[in-house]
């Protein structure tokens, strides 16, 4: 050899030897990226796998400077040691076809992170969660490498077959390869092994239809067009913006949000629509496919993994121009996103209460803004959050004055139970059924509310006072007569109705106590025996198919009672609908929720507005023992203005929010002793200062949950007082023990 060809080969050897750091987030509690080598540098958002102990997992590469770019206040400490490059272990490889994930969505994860104090890399599990899991699930499929074999390569004829089989340029699935050369999986993982075979996120097999922005363009009232030119305005400027776009049910909000979303598609941008999960429902995709002549892509928490990862990848790629989804589609990696709507903004059931605790509606406004797009909040009821921000000019406020095509908002009026209620033992009054007969007897339908599923809430024993709880929690067990059981409806706990009192044994002595939907039906099968009765709960409609079916039932006039739960009051349009009856409106007012009178009034409001959409005018009666709370006259007044308020009132001298921030910990463990011990470490060591407040620790509401013994604390701070960096600094000075877990929960939506 000559001496230069030496040379070369040598600078050639240093250079395959060059060695790059590279962050790589794995989706597990750490306190930032992990450290890497990789013989190349590769782009922050490639998806890698890596090894981590003993198995294998896929990551993310990440920026090297996240922290820097987060506000001050927001950073989380630098607690990893740095490593010498020697000391790193090498990524495995490249998932080959797997997109980037874009810079928005990295600063996003890194956001919320921040934002609620949870590791980033449980925040990115949610965005890794199905599509292109590592291993071999479905979704990956296998690529002949390109490079040349290893000399050391035995080349069975098995081997020979699966290689022959792989050689194509679309990645095949392990069946696929198996099915075409005959040779096992484990022939294919050896070949993976070797690095003949390389692992490649398979193509998605749907393509999406384009939704049509002119397709079927709806001529709106004076009013609608007003609104929607100004939110198409806003989609025009391709700027961050927040709308709040107000308005009776039944006023057009959704043709309105239409327009806006229908520019945007016009601007060949993305849309992300989030509905809270029970309204993601057959009526709203029917009514997005008569408007843009497809329809658009679902995402929420049952989907299969192929329709995920299809969905996943089609955001990724730009295919798929129109998600609607539940909160967790906050977390798909758009290419190109250009609109956020988030339908039905103050509802309770965006925020994540398991796992990464989070407010979709507040993640979807960040997210919004780190992709410098519009959002549009829509409600018939806003939130005092969004009001708040509404009134300190940072939201703007689009409000539609009418019901469309000229119905009347339905009248309601009140039925004191403590004068005109039923006889004991029965639910309804003799008004309410008065006017359902009424109703009935017109050809109308009516429908009886009831926000709690089961046949009664609580079973007492006549002989002792004995009452049947759960095992696990601190809540009473829930009759559900039609399935033979009683329920914990906090976890899972289950059981058949007892014959006898489990403490006196004393037979046939225990009697339910209060009602749920199927006492309710009972009654009114008894008391309308000529009724055509639908009974709507969450859980006897077991599908969205099963849903879809009642829904169809109710349009086609095949029932005319329809009685249920919180699934009924959801954004339907029964256009001869013209009675609710509210069977206990009172509930939902009682415990130390901060926020019980705003939900009771919504909720109330929105399935008040079933009533008289189409051209009869509807009614509404609401069954109350409170008949002068505010909540009650805000509804008969029809002044929900007044209410909010009211409310805002009452929260602002004490800082509560909007006007203040508030954080719960909730200390849980298996051991008493321990909860308690560490509540009082916690409260001792709690933050001080001024426009500082600590609240407890007391026992939550829910005092034993699935066997954990609860605490809580609450912190509140003024407005310009961030919680985060008291809260880290909090949780360091106390020490915890592993048998004792500390939630944090920033701006809390349940206190239980
Ligand atoms: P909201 O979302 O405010 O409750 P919707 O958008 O559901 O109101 O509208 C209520 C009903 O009125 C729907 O059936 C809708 O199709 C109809 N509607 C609203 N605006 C128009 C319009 N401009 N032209 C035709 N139908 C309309
Ligand atoms: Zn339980």
Redesign the pocket.
């Known amino acids: 050899m000559t001496g230069k060809s030496l040379i070369k080969q040598t600078v050639a050897q240093k250079e395959s030897e060059k060695k790059f750091r590279l962050s790589v987030l794995v989706p597990r509690p750490f306190s930032g990226p992990l450290d890497y080598v990789c013989s190349q540098p590769l782009a922050p958002g490639t998806i890698v796998q890596v090894p981590l102990g003993r198995k294998e997992i896929m990551g993310c590469v990440w920026d090297a400077d996240w922290r820097d770019v987060l506000p001050p206040d927001f950073r989380p400490a630098r607690s990893q040691k740095f490593f010498d490059l020697a000391r790193l272990k090498p990524i495995l490889h490249v998932i080959e076809g797997a997109p980037i994930v874009p810079e928005s969505l990295r600063r996003f994860i890194d956001w919320l992170s921040a934002y609620t104090l949870n590791a980033p890399g449980q925040v990115l599990a949610i965005t890794l969660r199905v599509p292109l899991s590592g291993g071999m699930r479905p979704g990956l499929g296998w690529l002949l490498t390109k490079e040349p074999f290893p000399a050391t390569l035995r080349l069975t004829p098995s081997r020979r077959a699966v290689i022959e089989a792989a050689s194509s340029v679309e990645p095949q699935s392990t069946v696929e390869l198996s099915e075409k050369s005959g040779a096992s999986s484990a022939v294919i993982r050896g070949l993976a092994a070797q690095g003949i075979l390389k692992e490649t996120a398979l193509k998605p097999e749907i393509s999406f239809k384009k939704p049509d922005p002119f397709f079927h363009e709806t001529l709106l009232s004076e009013d609608q067009k007003r609104s929607a030119q100004s939110l198409c305005e806003r989609v025009k400027e391709q700027k961050f913006s927040v709308t709040l776009l107000e308005g009776v049910t039944g006023s057009g909000k959704t043709e309105v949000y239409f327009e806006a979303l229908a520019k945007a598609l016009e601007q060949q941008k993305q849309i992300l629509v989030l509905l809270p999960e029970i309204a993601l429902t057959a009526q709203w995709m029917e009514r997005f496919s008569a408007r843009f002549g497809v329809e658009p892509a679902i995402w929420h928490s049952d989907l299969g993994v192929k329709t995920r990862r299809e969905v996943w990848l089609g955001a990724a790629l730009g295919d798929v121009r129109v998600v609607v989804g539940a909160r967790s589609a906050l977390f798909l990696p758009f290419d190109n996103l250009g609109l956020v709507i988030v339908d039905e903004e103050h509802e309770s059931t965006f925020k994540q209460e398991e796992g990464v605790l989070y407010n979709g509606r507040d993640m979807a406004i960040m997210r919004a803004r780190l992709v410098s797009a519009p959002v549009i909040l829509v409600s018939a009821t806003p939130s005092l959050e969004t009001l708040a921000n509404v009134e300190q000019g940072r939201y703007q406020h689009e409000i539609l004055q009418t019901r469309h095509g000229g119905a009347q908002f339905p009248e309601i009026s009140l039925i004191d139970m403590k004068k005109d209620g039923p006889d004991r033992g029965l639910f309804l009054s003799p008004l309410l059924c008065e006017s359902i007969d009424h109703s009935l007897n017109k050809g109308e339908q009516a429908m009886l509310f009831l926000n709690r599923r089961g046949y009664a809430p609580l079973t007492i024993c006549r002989a002792c006072g004995y009452r049947l709880q ?1 095992p ?2 601190t ?1 009473w067990l829930v009759e559900h007569r039609a399935r033979g059981r009683m329920s ?1 409806h ?2 899972e ?1 289950t059981q058949p109705i007892p014959h006898e009192c489990p403490e006196c044994q004393a037979e046939t002595s225990l009697v339910p106590v209060g009602p749920g939907v199927e006492r309710i039906e009972e009654e009114a099968r008894a008391r309308f025996p000529e009724a055509k009765i639908l009974s709507m709960a969450s859980d006897t409609l077991s599908s969205p198919a099963a849903t879809a079916e009642a829904v169809r039932k109710i349009s086609e006039g095949e029932v005319n009672l329809i009685i249920g739960t919180q699934v009924v009051a959801k954004g339907w349009h029964f256009p001869n609908l013209t009675l609710v009856g509210v069977v206990d409106a009172d509930l939902g007012l009682g415990g130390g929720d901060l926020r019980a009178g705003e939900r009771t009034m919504q909720l109330l409001h929105q399935v008040s507005g079933r009533a008289g959409r189409g051209e009869k005018p509807g009614r509404v009666m609401l069954q109350s023992y409170v008949g002068d709370h505010p909540v009650m006259q805000a509804l008969i007044d029809n002044d929900i203005e007044r209410f909010m308020q009211q409310e805002a009132a009452q929260r602002k001298p004490g800082f509560w929010p909007p006007y203040g921030r508030l954080a719960a910990l909730i200390i849980s463990s298996a051991q008493e002793r321990l909860a308690d011990q560490i509540s009082r470490e916690l409260a001792l060591n709690a933050p001080q200062g001024e426009g500082i407040q600590v609240l407890g620790p007391t026992p939550a509401p829910i005092a034993v ?2 066997g954990q013994h609860r605490r809580r604390i609450l912190l509140r701070t003024r407005r310009n007082i961030a919680l985060q960096p008291l809260i880290r600094l909090w949780l360091e000075r106390v020490k915890t023990s592993r048998d004792v877990k500390v939630t944090v929960d920033i701006d809390p939506v349940s206190f239980l």
Do not use: P
Request: proline content about 0%; charged content about 10%.
């Open positions: 759960c696990h929690c809540a914990c906090y976890c706990y949950l699935r």
